[in-house]
């Protein structure tokens, strides 16, 4: 079955929707530039607290580049240090900050508004565009798509539209809509570059990952190092590095 | 393609000795997923022109990409794509295949619907 199509359709749905999301787009990218916070630095003991765990992670996973008694003698001062405790930012206090207490911190309190910012960035106007599709072009088929589709899909691709015996290929301006919410994200690249916060269906998710941790007890996190820290044995490169050298060049 | 991870010298395989630069595999990365994205858009635009329907459309993205893929690995990473990633085939012929596939599904859909009338 073949129908006709009036081509003011593509004119005046077709390529509204797609302007439209594409500007809904740049504009969340530059609404997300601007709401974005500026980094918040800790106080310097919580600050002292994460350079002193980072120290002995990159001694453990760059140690091959010290000579092994170098490498000894720093590994049983870390893990000393770790075991002690020293540099924890609030040794009396560590890990008494569970999810209720939370919201009372204000730097907490400020994380977890971000996120929901963020999220709100994302979600509000997939919405509202979802509404004004839904609204103003129901009830009528917009296109022909070029690849076929099973039945499954003829509730949600012809909704608004009548006829039982339609081919599923012939879609409303709803579907029109969700193929560009997915398909945007290479325009957005090319209009914005590769870093851009236009967002699309695989940055929606993305925003709720690190919004709420519970408390961490340093304490142990230090435990923990200060025992991987003790287990590392790295052979150093300095070892048999003439014989390489000369056979390099030789 | 940015500089080389790996120092020029690949006979030891020992990863302590030539280490691999972080800044710079995730920054070849990034320009492959850029190439891809633009590049998945490019293949959605000739598909509909061509005016290819059902199971042609996508044979041709997979022999596009395909092609992309070459390209990228012959002429981009002059033929030697180890000195630029760590795992070369997987990245350059396997990744982000799917990631353009939503791109080119609308970019032919557009112009299948503007060449159709």
């Known amino acids: 079955m073949d129908l006709t199509i009036d081509p003011s359709l593509r004119v005046w749905v077709l390529f509204p929707i797609f302007f439209v999301m594409i500007l809904v787009g740049v504009l969340r990218h530059y609404a997300t530039i601007l709401l974005n916070p500026t980094p918040k630095n800790g106080d310097a003991m919580t600050i002292r607290q994460q350079q002193f765990l980072m120290y002995g992670s990159n001694l453990r996973l760059n140690g091959v580049n010290l000579s092994h008694t170098a490498f000894q003698k720093r590994q049983s001062y870390f893990v000393e240090q770790f075991k002690a405790g020293k540099y924890l930012a609030d040794p009396e206090n560590d890990g008494n900050n569970n999810p209720s207490q939370m919201l009372n911190d204000p730097g907490q309190f400020e994380k977890v508004m971000d996120s929901m910012k963020g999220q709100a960035m994302m979600v509000i106007p997939q919405t509202l565009m979802m509404g004004w599709v839904n609204s103003f072009f129901a009830g009528f088929i917009l296109m022909k798509l070029p690849f076929p589709l099973t039945i499954r899909f003829k509730a949600m691709l012809q909704s608004g539209v009548n006829t039982q015996d339609l081919d599923v290929r012939w879609v409303s301006s709803l579907s029109w809509y969700f193929l560009n919410l997915m398909g945007l994200n290479s325009i957005y690249a090319l209009i914005l570059g590769g870093q851009n916060q236009a967002g699309g269906v695989q940055a929606m998710g993305a925003g709720q990952a690190g919004a709420m941790q519970p408390g961490i007890v340093y304490a142990n996190v230090y435990k923990g190092e200060a025992e991987n820290l003790a287990l590392a044995n790295p052979k150093s490169i300095l070892v048999g590095v003439e014989d390489r050298v000369i056979k390099q060049f030789s | ?117």
């Open chain 2, 1 to 117: 393609m940015n500089a080389p991870p790996q120092q020029a010298d690949t006979s030891t395989d020992d990863w302590a000795a030539n280490p691999l630069a972080g800044q710079s595999i995730a920054e070849n990365t990034k320009s492959i997923q850029y190439v891809r994205s633009v590049s998945s858009l490019a293949i959605g635009v000739g598909a509909g022109i061509l005016h290819l329907e059902s199971y042609y459309g996508f044979l041709f993205y997979a022999i596009a990409s395909t092609i992309v893929s070459i390209l990228l690995y012959t002429v981009s990473s002059t033929g030697n794509p180890g000195r630029y990633f760590v795992y070369p085939v997987k990245q350059l012929f396997v990744d982000d295949i799917f990631a353009g596939l939503s791109s080119f599904l609308l970019m032919w859909t557009l112009f299948y619907e503007l060449v159709d009338a």
